[in-house]
């Protein structure tokens, strides 16, 4: 299993698992992270994170079985919540989009994917990591919770996701 960023020539085949694992979570009914076929995430999304240098992908081989991005915007109101440290936005990253292929599920994959974004974080000097998850996915939950992340609690984060009122908070400091 390799973990890197993400380069140009992995806008669509990154794109196309994003729309791939969406689509096999719909067709499943177990869209815990409630994102949207053709929606979100997608190509386009790869291709901003990309842009930003935020986008990491997990291989084997040649095959992709996980991605996420690691960067510092919350894309929501972090500030309202109440952190067990009081950080400034660019004193912590903030883990976003982390899926793995439904064909590689029960492989210690996203364990792996989340250690490595904590082992960024360290050493790149920044001083904690937190994450937003959808309150009904407890998978997310329990392998965050597992990690060692603390639970915040839930907030209105006002990213004007009808669907998604609330986000449940984790936080992990170094």
């Given at each position: 299993m390799q973990i890197r960023k993400c380069v140009e020539t992995d806008i669509i085949p990154l794109g196309r698992f994003y729309d791939e694992e969406v689509?096999?979570?719909?067709?499943?009914?177990?869209?815990?992270?409630l994102w949207t076929y053709k929606g979100y995430p997608t190509q386009s999304t790869?291709?901003?994170?990309?842009?930003?240098?935020?986008?990491?992908?997990?291989?084997?081989?040649v095959e992709i079985v996980g991605s996420f991005m690691l960067n510092t915007d919350p894309l929501g109101a972090y500030d309202k919540v109440p952190f067990?440290?009081?950080?400034?936005?660019?004193?912590?990253?903030?883990?976003?989009?982390?899926?793995?292929s439904h064909l590689h599920t029960g492989k210690g994959i996203a364990k792996?994917?989340?250690?490595?974004?904590?082992?960024?974080?360290?050493?790149?000097g920044y001083k904690a990591i937190r994450l937003d998850v959808v309150p009904t996915n407890l998978p997310a939950r329990r392998l965050y919770e597992g990690l060692g992340f603390h639970y915040v609690g839930d907030?209105?984060?006002?990213?004007?996701?009808?669907?998604?009122p609330l986000f449940s908070m984790y936080e992990l400091n170094f």
């Open positions: 689509k096999w979570l719909d067709d499943h009914y177990c869209n815990y992270p790869v291709e901003w994170t990309i842009g930003e240098a935020t986008q990491f992908i997990c291989t084997e081989g067990c440290n009081k950080l400034q936005q660019g004193e912590y990253m903030i883990l976003h989009m982390l899926s793995v792996a994917m989340t250690n490595f974004a904590v082992d960024y974080a360290k050493t790149h907030y209105d984060l006002e990213k004007g996701v009808e669907k998604i």
